[in-house]
């Protein structure tokens, strides 16, 4: 009997699914991904030998986190997804949920099939990302299902208790990122990406991540205007419904006057090369991130980096020694930040090696694989 089932509720490929990429190849002899819905993640999960199953639940993806109250439908898909899949968990010895709605309906099979529950939480549970309800079901279900939370930063694990989780139950484990890709890459490779965009001879920033509101592109669009002659390259795409959002960002170059300047490069896979493509790497949220997955990244590929304050990325940016934090919404702080930053190349040189040396210390991929695989074998002794 394998030991592990992964649920999570979508394809799309976000940065939680990339962690659970790399959770489930490395437990592949050992587990099966379960997934609400087709995409490219369950094309990612085959290429890596993960055994994957698909059950369909329509109704579940119409709700979003800020309902304030779900639907009729979706409390009835949730209820028959959860009916659906007890087979597949009873075929297992652990739910391991890597997504909330993954957890709700993960939670409900393992209370019918009598399996325990492990809730991977990558999100921040505070009223900027959840309504109401959203939290309190998923504190509900904490309390009472899960046998243990696991938390992808101290923020949070905060977030969650200081709603009314027990907090014995909530572990913290940051996300691991493997360092190796990012030194594969040559100055060749380098310059035939800045070639691909037409970057030569500028200075370019990178803004890698989901096109959504609280990602704040715009917020960078916004920057760009106070730095002349700083190209902007926009790496991702929107992926829940955000596509009049990304639509905007397009206008905004446009009306902007920047529109020459701003690259979209849409989803990619080559994320490590266009990071070292480009001179700074700023992550521009306006509101808390749970963790901030791509300033790791820009750290690992040597890459000063310029981040938004607040939830986890205040765990990861030592301010002024591994990059520089600034005001989230602020476009004039992050202007002048960016404009610090192309003047002075020694400064770069510093928070980029120290950024290097404090990611491959403290967020290694393989420290979060042992500390998931101890998890489970510790529930599972329980």
Same mark, same amino acid.
């Given at each position: 009997m394998p030991k592990i089932l992964f649920v999570d509720h979508t394809g799309a490929i976000g940065g939680a699914e990339l962690v659970l990429l790399e959770m489930a190849t490395a437990c592949r002899d050992d587990c099966t991904v379960l997934l609400f819905d087709d995409g490219p993640f369950h094309d990612r999960l085959r290429e890596r030998g993960v055994r994957v199953e698909i059950v369909p639940g329509q109704r579940l993806h119409r709700t979003r986190r800020e309902d304030r109250l779900p639907r009729i439908g979706s409390i009835y898909d949730a209820l028959r997804l959860a009916a659906r899949i007890v087979p597949i968990v009873r075929r297992h010895e652990c739910v391991y949920a890597h997504s909330q709605k993954g957890f709700v309906v993960g939670a409900l099979a393992g209370v019918l099939a009598r399996r325990p529950v492990v809730w991977d939480l990558n999100d921040l549970m505070i009223p900027e990302h959840f309504s109401a309800f959203n939290i309190n079901i998923g504190v509900f279900l904490a309390n009472h299902v899960a046998r243990r939370?696991?938390?992808? #930063?101290?923020?949070?694990?905060? %977030?969650?208790? *200081?709603?009314?989780?027990?907090?014995a139950k909530i572990h913290v484990l940051y996300?691991?990122?493997?360092?190796?890709?990012?030194?594969?890459?040559?100055?060749?490779?380098?310059?035939?990406?800045? +070639? $691909?965009?037409?970057?030569?001879?500028?200075?370019?920033?990178? =803004?890698?991540?989901?096109?959504?509101?609280?990602?704040? &592109?715009? =917020? %960078?669009?916004?920057?760009?205007?106070?730095?002349?002659?700083? +190209?902007?390259?926009? =790496?991702?795409? !929107?992926?829940?419904?955000? /596509?009049?959002?990304?639509?905007?960002?397009? $206008? &905004?170059?446009?009306?902007?006057?920047?529109?020459?300047?701003? +690259?979209? !490069?849409?989803?990619?896979? /080559?994320?490590?090369?266009?990071?070292?493509? =480009?001179?700074?790497?700023?992550?521009? #949220?306006?509101?808390?991130?749970?963790?901030?997955?791509?300033?790791?990244?820009?750290?690992?590929?040597?890459?000063?980096?310029?981040?938004?304050?607040?939830?986890?990325?205040?765990?990861?940016? $030592?301010?002024?020694?591994?990059?520089?934090?600034?005001?989230?919404?602020?476009?004039?702080?992050? %202007?002048?930040?960016?404009?610090?930053?192309? !003047?002075?190349? /020694?400064?770069?040189?510093?928070?980029? $090696?120290?950024?290097?040396?404090?990611?491959? *210390?403290?967020?290694? &991929? %393989?420290?979060?694989?042992?500390?998931? *695989?101890?998890?489970?074998?510790?529930?599972?002794?329980?």
């Open positions: 939370v696991i938390a992808n #930063s101290k923020a949070s694990a905060i %977030a969650l208790a *200081r709603h009314g989780a027990v907090a996300n691991g990122i493997d360092d190796v890709p990012f030194d594969l890459i040559g100055d060749v490779d380098i310059a035939a990406a800045r +070639h $691909e965009f037409g970057l030569e001879g500028a200075t370019v920033v990178g =803004v890698f991540g989901r096109l959504a509101e609280w990602k704040g &592109q715009h =917020v %960078a669009l916004e920057a760009l205007r106070l730095l002349p002659g700083v +190209h902007l390259l926009i =790496v991702g795409d !929107a992926l829940f419904g955000e /596509d009049r959002y990304a639509a905007s960002l397009r $206008e &905004q170059a446009r009306r902007s006057g920047v529109a020459g300047r701003v +690259h979209f !490069a849409g989803f990619r896979r /080559d994320i490590p090369l266009l990071m070292r493509a =480009v001179d700074i790497v700023a992550h521009t #949220s306006i509101a808390p991130e749970p963790f901030g997955r791509v300033i790791v990244e820009g750290m690992l590929a040597r890459r000063p980096v310029i981040a938004t304050r607040g939830g986890g990325v205040d765990e990861i940016v $030592e301010p002024g020694e591994t990059g520089i934090l600034v005001t989230p919404g602020d476009a004039a702080e992050l %202007a002048e930040a960016i404009g610090g930053l192309a !003047a002075g190349p /020694d400064i770069r040189r510093r928070l980029a $090696e120290a950024g290097r040396d404090a990611a491959v *210390r403290r967020f290694s &991929q %393989a420290a979060m694989l042992h500390g998931m *695989r101890a998890h489970i074998d510790g529930v599972l002794a329980a």
